[in-house]
């Protein structure tokens, strides 16, 4: 600890300050988690949920996930998922999207929906009081939304305004150059909300179509917390849920490699800054070594004020407004994406300072002392996750997605405590390629080489 407080001074007072907050807020934060006690409940129609059950409350939360989001929108239909997920609380089964609405509204019930690239996930929030309708609605929108002409293309205009406002968002077109060209012809590789035209293919049909070939039982997961009991549970899922189908219709998502290629991108504009996104090979979260790449990157880049980029890019020279780095992995692939945002000319500089920091790392290592403050950040961090119902039940679903297990929560800081200087190491000289980057940038950078390409 000697270590870590004199290298923390070195950095400045408020750096000392954070870590020293999440040294206390470890201390005080460790019986939470060990109160949070997971139950595996079966129903009597075999559906299956985790289930943390804290009864102070009279509320609860519940989170369902399944196997289907963007990544497996048609070609030419891309926006799908999306779009589904807006409308599958505008009228189910006997209500239509005005009655379903007032319906939620009435009973204070919390409903939503969300598509990713993998997973298609719903969220359900309602006092206990009500959670026999609450259950309901949510049954009823997964297995009998009705798509009426009005809902559907009100939504659809929406999302559309959306994509139409953030064309020429340069996070937005780099984000989307990025996945394009890491993983080209691939499911990843395409855009999650869509585009104008693909939006407007989809049809009535293909809403249907999607909601019976991806909502169904073989692909779902459920996290609940909050004042009910596992008998009780079990009852509302079956009430629910026991019309979905059994099985999904089979789809696979193939393995991916992020490239390797030393690739820059980029995309000019007329702005006095540029947004620059950089990526390399990465870690797939079921990899057992990936809290040795998160600590390392945590160093690098994910530490904000105490990282490596932070203090070299933005502290010691002021060559850029925001810079960081991130673990992002995915089931089929895994990556390093990161990011700086800076004045037009300091673009090349930021760059060459980033490469300079991943080659330093990869052949030099970092010191016990960063590794040290690194887990102390992430195992004191992480009950900040865990500060609500409704966080808690999306960490159950995380869980059974990446198979961890009903008793992580109480091995997490083991597992992070237990990586050692040499498991860093390993792992730097795996992940960390200066020379092997791709790179989009989004603006009208200076002096810097690379392939021009225009935004779509």
């Given at each position: ?106 009973l204070a019930i919390s409903l939503s929906f969300s598509a990713g690239r993998e997973t298609f996930s719903g969220s359900l929030r309602t006092l206990t009081k009500n959670r026999d309708e609450a259950f309901r609605l949510f049954g009823l929108a997964m297995t009998q939304p009705r798509f009426d002409d009005e809902p559907v293309e ?303």
């Amino acid at each position: 600890m000697a270590v870590i407080l004199r290298l923390l001074w070195r950095r400045g007072a408020s750096a000392l300050f954070a870590a020293l907050a999440m040294a206390l807020l470890t201390v005080l934060a460790s019986p939470a988690i060990a109160a949070t006690k997971i139950t595996r409940v079966v129903s009597p129609g075999g559906i299956v949920a985790w289930l943390v059950e804290e009864h102070s409350i009279p509320m609860l939360s519940v989170e369902i996930s399944f196997e289907g989001g963007s990544a497996y929108d048609p070609k030419g239909k891309e926006g799908l998922a999306n779009l589904l997920s807006g409308l599958l609380d505008e009228g189910a089964g006997e209500l239509d999207s005005i009655a379903f609405q007032e319906r939620l509204e009435d009973l204070a019930i919390s409903l939503s929906f969300s598509a990713g690239r993998e997973t298609f996930s719903g969220s359900l929030r309602t006092l206990t009081k009500n959670r026999d309708e609450a259950f309901r609605l949510f049954g009823l929108a997964m297995t009998q939304p009705r798509f009426d002409d009005e809902p559907v293309e009100r939504i659809r205009g929406q999302i559309i305004a959306g994509l139409v406002r953030s064309a020429q968002d340069p996070n937005r077109i780099a984000g989307k150059t990025f996945f394009e060209a890491a993983f080209p012809g691939h499911p990843y590789g395409r855009t999650t909300r869509g585009e104008e035209e693909t939006v407007v293919a989809v049809t009535a049909d293909d809403l249907r179509a999607f909601v019976k070939s991806r909502l169904a039982k073989d692909t779902m997961l459920i996290g609940a917390v909050g004042d009910i009991t596992p008998e009780e549970l079990g009852r509302l899922l079956d009430s629910a849920l026991g019309p979905l189908p059994a099985a999904a219709q089979a789809f696979e998502i193939p393995e991916i490699a992020f490239p390797e290629d030393n690739r820059t991108i980029v995309i000019r504009r007329g702005n006095p800054q540029s947004v620059l996104m950089f990526g390399m090979p990465g870690i797939k979260r079921n990899d057992p070594n990936y809290f040795a790449a998160v600590l390392l990157n945590h160093v690098l880049g994910g530490g904000s004020f105490s990282s490596r980029l932070y203090q070299e890019i933005r502290e010691k020279r002021g060559l850029a407004y925001s810079v960081y780095s991130s673990v992002y992995p995915l089931q089929q692939s895994g990556m390093i994406v990161g990011g700086v945002g800076t004045a037009n000319e300091r673009v090349a500089e930021s760059l060459d300072l980033v490469r300079a920091e991943i080659r330093d790392v990869a052949e030099t290592g970092i010191s016990e002392a960063e590794l040290d403050l690194a887990k102390m950040f992430i195992t004191g961090s992480f009950p900040l996750r865990l500060d609500s119902n409704a966080r808690i039940a999306n960490i159950l679903v995380a869980l059974q997605i990446f198979d961890l297990g009903v008793d992580y929560l109480e091995r997490r800081a083991e597992i992070v405590n237990s990586v050692t200087l040499d498991d860093v190491k390993v792992m730097a000289q795996r992940l960390f390629k200066a020379d092997g980057m791709l790179v989009i940038v989004v603006g009208d950078p200076v002096g810097l080489e690379g392939e021009e390409a225009a935004a779509d």
